[in-house]
Nanobody, 128 residues
Framework: QVLLAQSGGGSVQAGGSLRLSCYGNGFSYFGYCMAWFRQTPGKEREGLATVDTVGSTNYADSVKDRFTVSRDNAKNTLYLEMNNLQPEDTAMYYC??????????????????????WGQGTQVTVSS
């Protein structure tokens, strides 16, 4: 059974930092591209950061230079380090996994429909 279990998140004041984790099990984690998305009520899910199987990363302009995505394949875990958080970062955050026809995944995608598995979501709230 596929599992993407998220941890971390919570509440922080503006300017603070948080780290999210996402543990994957039940699939070949090392072969999947991984990503972080977020969503607020009434809005579409927004891609924030992606990392492929060779460690190449890509960021949305809204989080570039503040958020850092990384993966530890030995631990089947994806991370999102978030610094200088602002109230507009308040959202539900999701991790996701994407494969490409069973091969190793390279490159990046912001299209949520291309992702095979999703975490349960974790709330991040930033107060001013």
């Amino acid at each position: 059974q596929v599992l993407l279990a998220q941890s971390g998140g919570g509440s922080v004041q503006a300017g603070g930092s948080l780290r999210l984790s996402c543990y994957g099990n039940g699939f070949s984690y090392f072969g999947y591209c991984m990503a972080w998305f977020r969503q607020t009520p009434g809005k579409e899910r927004e891609g924030l950061a992606t990392v492929d199987t060779v460690g190449s990363t890509n960021y949305a302009d809204s989080v570039k230079d503040r958020f850092t995505v990384s993966r530890d394949n030995a631990k089947n875990t994806l991370y999102l380090e978030m610094n200088n958080l602002q109230p507009e970062d308040t959202a539900m955050y999701y991790c996701a996994a994407r494969s490409v026809r069973g091969d190793l995944c390279y490159g990046h995608s912001w299209w949520s429909v291309e992702y095979n598995f999703w975490g349960q979501g974790t709330q991040v709230t930033v107060s001013s």
